[in-house]
């Protein structure tokens, strides 16, 4: 795409989104940190069925802590990969009471030292709680990137520094909002619903996909 076609492309996820927000359900910066480490293959919407009366229990790193490990499984055990989330979900809250006071740290390094923190966890977090221009690069924002020609990358990391790179400041903050959410409910990964996208005349991606009571009546 065209500096201008990016451009625009933003401007289309703006005008039907003006204020996107992560779907994972959260009371403070603490419970965000652990929803998104939860949230690793899993659904945000499977996620928070399961965070809803932990966090209503538990939301500091000390009630974590006392909580304990098996008491965690007890609330997680619906969420893949509940043991080793679990085990990780202690092991930061430990972590941020040990280094940090309890507090969750504005900083990439000390997030990426937590224990079950990865660069994609901490880019949600560092934009979400504090509002810093970071693209958290997931399934869905790998796949928009790659399908549209937004940002084309053979890796995740490939795709955040391309995002970085082309995404102007406007829309900075809120791009991986747009893009996640675009991916989700519209340029889905089996079948893109092309018939409905704003971007369509933007789109690198070849063969659109026609309504399906149009797909319908052409294998009829």
Not at 20 to 44: F, I
Not at 86 to 107: C, E, F, T, W, Y
């Amino acid at each position: 795409m065209t500096r201008r076609e990016v451009a625009e492309f933003y401007r289309r996820l703006a005008e039907a989104n003006p204020h996107p927000e992560t779907e994972l359900e959260s009371v403070n910066v603490y419970t965000l940190l652990v929803a998104v480490v939860l949230s690793a293959q899993a659904t945000d919407a499977g996620v928070n069925r399961a965070t809803r009366a932990l966090f209503a229990e538990v939301d500091t790193p000390t009630a974590m802590v006392a909580l304990g490990e098996e008491g965690l499984k007890q609330h997680i055990r619906t969420i893949g990969l509940f043991n080793t989330k679990a085990k990780n979900v202690i092991a930061l809250s430990q972590a941020l009471l040990d280094r940090h006071g309890g507090d969750v740290p504005r900083d990439r390094a000390a997030l990426e030292a937590l224990p079950g923190v990865g660069r994609k966890t901490a880019n949600v977090v560092l934009n979400v709680a504090f509002g810093d221009e970071t693209f958290a690069v997931d399934t869905h924002i790998f796949r928009v990137g790659n399908r549209t020609g937004l940002a084309r990358g053979k890796t995740v990391l490939a795709v955040e520094k391309k995002l970085d790179a082309v995404t102007p400041a406007p829309f900075r903050v809120h791009a991986h909002h747009w893009l996640i959410l675009h991916g989700r409910y519209v340029c889905k990964a089996r079948r893109p619903e092309c018939w409905r996208c704003i971007e369509q005349d933007l789109c690198a991606f070849k063969p659109k996909t026609p309504p399906p009571e149009q797909a319908a009546a052409r294998a009829g």
